[in-house]
């Protein structure tokens, strides 16, 4: 009904190109520069402030907005990145990396499933920066044609062998020292209690397969499954 | 010891490399989208495609390939390219590669291929969307059907809509009679009632603020001063409102309807919409049924579908029978004089009738040749047919 | 010195205080809440009515008025009171007063004109609602017109929501084509569309959660697992989902258009609406065009409103005359045998001709009267004519 | 689009009748119990918990909501009261006090304008407790016949007059330590600043006419015009 009165926008402070929106009911939202104007891409809320409109980041659907939002140590993702995407999924958190990295970046997305991938098709038709793959992410040399060499690489992709397929994709299109945004699932409701056996063999692997962990958030209360892992990639 | 090449596949072609990572043979792909996608399509299904294919057939006859190893990262094609005699290896991601790939972009241009970086990255979009949308036509169980029930759909909107704003420009006139004079485009009327009710509340600046010219605000709030309408309570305007913002609301799902439809006959039937655009495509559909029997019509029934009336009026009573159904819709034909009308109807249906073919059958996109074969010829016509047909 | 008595003006009745407090007289209203509100209506345009009338009449009988002073609330009335010669004096919350308001719902229990003080409140509740309403009626500009608009937007609503549920039906039909057969009812079908989508979502505890019997849940839930239909894609689901959630808006709209109805009919036309509902009413109201044109009608066009298309073909064609028009909605004319139809149809339509004057010209409550000596009539009809007349 | 969840819902430790929703978003609302389970007056939520149907209490909307979430010393409305209330408008505040008075007690809602009645009418109509008045609040003697001894009496009239208004109703209806809520203008942005000549004088006039100030509340930043008085009733 009522609708939210903005009363003002700065630039985060830590996390640059990423901003916040403080709404006269109090309370403040995490927010990207709309890439294309009068275009929402999942029912979020667009804000205008000195004739700029920004795009509401929404801390429960996006893990990215999460760790963001519980303190993550820095933001990789910066103005003209190649990025590769896998587990795009109807475009959320795509659509907000795609506010950030601007006209000059690309975004890969790779996703498997058609359902949704005929969604992400859409915010891909609008944002020439987002390159849709609709591939398997087990399987990255079926994309070896479109990707080009990529900054950074964000998965999100619910798979049992996260860490093998991050690894894979990696040593294909990975640049020595880019960075790794990956979501992991981490069942326990406790924050302070031990990582489950599964969790800790997937960080092993990275570590095995030349990642460094820099950081790891856990995502409660906004994910209660999920943290996400912050990790710099050195090639052999 | 061997030597070994390395093969890069890419958007634009398939490159050989030495190991030095040095490209000792290429070939492009035509810059053409169609055609570079069915090309990749072949690659991403672990299948030899032809400039893969024409790449080897030329390393042959310029290398000695019995003391040269292909170097590939998809071990289907190197199990396909064994099967023809070549020596093959898989690796993933060799350095030569590898840099090659880092490099691709910056080598597109220096090839005079893209102006930049920026062009490449945008032709690289393109296809990738195109590309995607064909793979999923594999998965397109029906959805022939659903841009169908879409257009009918909008249809039964359009009803409504009318419907609607009449009913609310009878009853918001108890309360200012005037507007319905003032406002005849139902949107903005509809639009000042939902945001702004009483006409009280009509005055210029919030007129503008709802996208009113700045004249005809004036106008309406002058207006609005000395209506000779009722006063009514809140609980009147609320009601009216309510029914003022779903039609809005029904407005905009007819907005959303349109782009959900341009979609799915991107996927379904991308050359019958590259001819005719989305909407009348849609409606194509809707008359023939479903893609498979549009496909399976002839063209001088495609030339006269939603005619079906007249059609068989004249049928009947042995009169003319009409030039054209439903593609009356489409612009050339609209504007064209009247006795090139029936011309152009049937060069269109002929091209419609093809495209249709395609898009059941193969799905392969050839929209780009079959627009311009039609412009060629309605321009033919054009020439041909200058003026009315003498009378005898 | 001059004795003072103080006119207490109370919902039940006028009392006549003495200095302490003591009812020394009193007229009470009768339990009616039409008239009551009429009286009530008087005092609070400040006139004397008829109680407060007979009260001083009967004072002036039993006290002698030229050595006794009246204390009343209200100068209105006081200067009324005044013109006929009685001595006044205008106070503002006298003790006695103020101690009587204390004690009222007491002493109307006490009078044995309730049972208990919470009955008193509920009939003040029902003779201020009705006493608001007839203030309103002042303020009723064109209401009858905002009523008659309603009743039109229903029907449209009516003609929207069936389109759209054949259209949805149909549509939805593609991903799950066993549903239509299960699901019969309109409203169930799109709510299972609107909440739960993909079918594969039709697990028995969702279902029950929006309201389906646990008996059918289980059904639709095991029809689904073996369903035949085409799978879809989120953005499918999604346009379907919005158009079916339009649909609940527009079913949500009718409801309020009704409850709107309701109460506008019952402030200006409370009388019709007290015979046949607000709904019919308002339907007769559209028929006639205003409550003014419907006041106007003799009862013989009143009875067979609606019906014009079967008036004129009798005229034309010398038939039978239609018995009745819209008042056919009228349960008791409905489930009456077919020869007791036309006379109860012209008993209603001579009370509706009356009801409709009174709302017209006075807007007094006369309803349950009317009501009274309607189901009087109906009952004698059906006592008269138990038996179809015999044909001859 | 998305729905709040309730977490749980408590009795307000200071306010009795009066109750804290706590949802599933971290928020806290205040709200009623609902007289009519199912019917909403003013577009407010209605949650569930525990088998009893709550509303509400939008602070934005309703001055009472504001007064108690900004620490009113106490909240005098208990079940079984009858109260005057003068300002009814279309009934939000007035459906909370029907909710907590319940039943047994009574509300003599005086609105003047026609607009506003018609929709304070369709209130009535489904609550019992609620008695609709269409009349001007300045003149209580048209209104004595149905207006009973209150117990409280709560005043939002925005007249100029606004404090002899509530007085003279008071000498009519209200009883010897009678309450007295009124919502006063008292447009003053600092909530420390003095406030402006017209209130002080209205403040005064309550005190000559019998009213023991109690307590005194602003309201912003849920409204930014208005105080709430809170006072006592003594009968010379």
């Known amino acids: 009904m009522s609708s939210l009165s903005v009363v003002r926008v700065y630039e985060h402070e830590k996390y640059r190109n990423v901003y916040i929106v403080e709404l006269d009911d109090g309370s403040s939202r995490l927010a990207t520069k709309n890439l294309v104007p009068g275009k929402k891409v999942y029912g979020e809320h667009l804000f205008r402030w000195e004739n700029v409109e920004y795009r ?57 499933a058609p359902r949704v991938m005929r969604e992400l098709i859409v915010v891909a038709d609008e944002r020439p920066n987002i390159i849709p793959i609709l591939e398997d992410a087990r399987m990255p040399q079926r994309y070896r044609m479109i990707v080009e060499e990529v900054d950074g690489l964000y998965a999100d992709v619910a798979q049992p062998e996260q860490a093998a397929i991050v690894a894979d994709n990696a040593e294909m299109f990975l640049k020595d020292k880019g960075w790794l945004l990956l979501a992991i699932k981490a069942r326990s409701i406790d924050v302070t209690a031990e990582p489950s056996e ?18 790891i958030i856990h995502l409660e209360p906004f994910d209660k499954d999920h943290a996400m892992v912050y990790a710099i990639y050195n090639r052999k | 010891m061997n030597k070994k090449i390395f093969i890069a596949d890419t958007v634009i072609g398939a490159f050989a490399l030495d190991e030095n990572g040095k490209i000792v043979e290429s070939v492009l792909y035509p810059k053409d989208i169609g ?57 993933v991601a060799p350095k030569q590669i590898l840099e090659f790939r880092r490099l691709l972009p910056k080598i597109s241009v220096e090839l005079g291929l893209f102006k930049d970086e920026d062009e490449f990255r945008e032709y690289l979009h393109t296809v990738s969307i195109e590309l995607t949308r064909r793979k999923l036509r594999r998965y397109a169980q029906k959805r022939d059907l659903l841009a169908i029930q879409a257009i009918r759909a909008i249809d039964d909107i359009d009803k409504t809509l009318n419907l609607f704003a009449t009913r609310l420009r009878e009853w918001y006139s108890i ?8 406002s005849k485009e139902h949107e903005e009327y509809i639009k000042i009632v939902a945001s702004l009710g009483f006409r009280d509340n009509m005055v210029p600046d919030s007129l503008v603020k709802i996208g009113i010219s700045e004249g005809r605000a004036k106008r309406i709030s002058e207006v609005a001063k000395k209506s000779i309408g009722a006063d009514l309570s809140e609980m009147d305007m609320n009601i009216i409102q309510t029914v003022a913002n779903i039609w809005l609301e029904l407005y905009d799902l007819r907005q959303k309807l349109t782009d959900y439809i341009a979609q799915v006959m991107k996927e379904v039937a991308p050359n019958v919409t590259a001819l005719v655009g989305p909407l009348l495509g849609a409606r194509l559909l809707s008359l023939a049924g479903s893609l498979e029997e549009l496909a399976k019509l002839p063209a001088s029934t495609v030339q006269v579908l939603g005619a079906e009336k007249a059609l068989f009026r004249a049928l009947r009573t042995g009169g003319k029978p009409p030039k054209h159904g439903v593609i009356f819709q489409y612009p050339e034909i609209r504007k064209a004089p009247k006795w090139q009308r029936g011309k152009i109807a049937r060069a269109l249906a002929t091209k419609l009738s093809i495209a249709a073919r395609i898009d059941f059958f193969t799905g392969r996109y050839v929209g780009d040749e079959l627009r311009s074969k039609l412009i060629e010829r309605i321009e033919e016509i054009k020439k041909l047919y200058p003026k009315p047909p003498k009378r005898e």
């Open chain 1, 198 to 215: 599964i969790y800790r063999r997937e960080i092993e692997t990275l570590k095995s397969r030349g990642f460094d962990i820099v950081d």
């Open chain 2, 175 to 182: 309360h200012f009679p005037e507007l319905d004079d003032i």
């Open chain 1, 56 to 112: 509401e980041w929404n801390t429960y659907r996006s893990k990215l907005a999460a760790a963001l939002a519980k303190g993550l140590k820095e933001l990789p993702i910066v103005p003209g990145q190649r990025i590769l995407y896998l587990g795009a999924g109807s475009g959320t958190t795509v659509s907000h990396i795609s506010d950030i990295v601007g006209l000059k970046g690309a975004i890969y997305a790779v996703e498997f």
């Open chain 2, 35 to 91: 055609k570079t996608v069915e090309e990749l399509l072949q690659l991403s299904e672990g299948k030899v495609n032809s400039v893969l294919n024409q790449l080897v057939e030329t390393l042959k006859s310029k290398v000695d390939l019995s003391s040269t190893t292909l170097v590939i990262e998809d071990s289907s094609l190197a199990r396909e390219l064994t099967q023809r005699g070549v020596a093959v290896e898989v690796a």
